[in-house]
Nanobody, 115 residues
Framework: QVRLVESGGGLVQSGGSLRLSCAAS????????MSWYRQAPGKEREFVAS????????NYADSVKVRFTISRDNAGNTVYLQMDALKPEDTALYFC????????WGQGTQVSVSS
C-alpha cells in the first residue's frame, strides 16, 4: 500500500535551516505530484509547497516563498523541503501528501523554531 515517511524535523533557532525528506513507497512515485502541508497547534492544516511529477509546476504558499525550496528525486522516490531563514511561526507538524487518487498523507515530522 501507499506509504509516506517524513523525516528531518527538529528544534532549530530562528534564522536556522532544516531539510525535510519524505520517502515514498507502494506506488509509482514518478507519476504523481507531491506536496508539503503543515499544521500548527490550534490551527488548520495549510498548504506549504507542491511539485509536479517531473519536477516542474512548483508552487509555494506566500508565507514561505523565497525561504523554502521543494524538490524531488524520482530515482530515489523522495521529495524534499529545504527550509531556510526559519521563523517561530514556521513551527508546526509538517506532512507529505501524494496527489494520487483520493490522496495519501504521511504521519508528519515536527519542526520547532525558537526565537
Amino acid at each position: 500500500q501507499v506509504r509516506l515517511v517524513e523525516s528531518g524535523g527538529g528544534l532549530v533557532q530562528s534564522g536556522g535551516s532544516l531539510r525535510l525528506s519524505c520517502a515514498a513507497s507502494g506506488f509509482t512515485f514518478r507519476s504523481y505530484a507531491m506536496s508539503w502541508y503543515r499544521q500548527a497547534p490550534g490551527k488548520e492544516r495549510e498548504f506549504v509547497a507542491s511539485i509536479g511529477s517531473t519536477g516542474g509546476g512548483i508552487n509555494y504558499a506566500d508565507s514561505v516563498k523565497v525561504r523554502f525550496t521543494i524538490s524531488r528525486d524520482n530515482a530515489g522516490n523522495t521529495v524534499y523541503l529545504q527550509m531556510d531563514a526559519l521563523k517561530p511561526e514556521d513551527t508546526a507538524l509538517y506532512f507529505c501528501y501524494a496527489h494520487r487518487g483520493a490522496g495519501s498523507w504521511g504521519q508528519g515530522t515536527q519542526v520547532s523554531v525558537s526565537s
